[in-house]
Nanobody
Framework: QVQLAESGGGLVQTGGSLRLSCAVS????????MSWYRQVPGKQRSLVAS???????NYADSVEGRFTISRDNAKNTVSLHMNDLRLEDTAVYYC????????????????????WGEGTLVTVSS
């Protein structure tokens, strides 16, 4: 079973920085796109940033220039570096990963399924 584990959330003051990380296990899976979403109570989960397996990135307008998404394909990890944090960045942040077609240990795994982590809370205070 694929699992995603996020880390790095916490409390930070406005203007500060945080780094979120997410690891996909088992690590033998091929991963297509990896993304970070966030959600506040009463609102839908929204895309923060995404990155393809070739490194192409996409950002929400609200974080463009402040957040940077990166990934380590060898370790199946994705990170989100968040700078100049604002009050409105407060949310639960979720990573997701789309599993690619994988053949490992004599077993074929079809690609296309998207898995989610359980989320990590980021709180920005004034």
């Amino acid at each position: 079973q694929v699992q995603l584990a996020e880390s790095g959330g916490g409390l930070v003051q406005t203007g500060g920085s945080l780094r979120l990380s997410c690891a996909v296990s088992p690590s033998f899976f091929s991963i297509n796109a990896m993304s970070w979403y966030r959600q506040v109570p009463g609102k839908q989960r929204s895309l923060v940033a995404s990155i393809t397996n070739s490194g192409n990135t996409n950002y929400a307008d609200s974080v463009e220039g402040r957040f940077t998404i990166s990934r380590d394909n060898a370790k199946n990890t994705v990170s989100l570096h968040m700078n100049d944090l604002r009050l409105e960045d407060t949310a639960v942040y979720y990573c997701n990963a789309e599993i690619g077609t994988t053949y490992y240990g004599g077993t074929f795994y079809a690609g296309g399924t998207v898995y989610w982590g359980e989320g990590t809370l980021v709180t920005v205070s004034s």
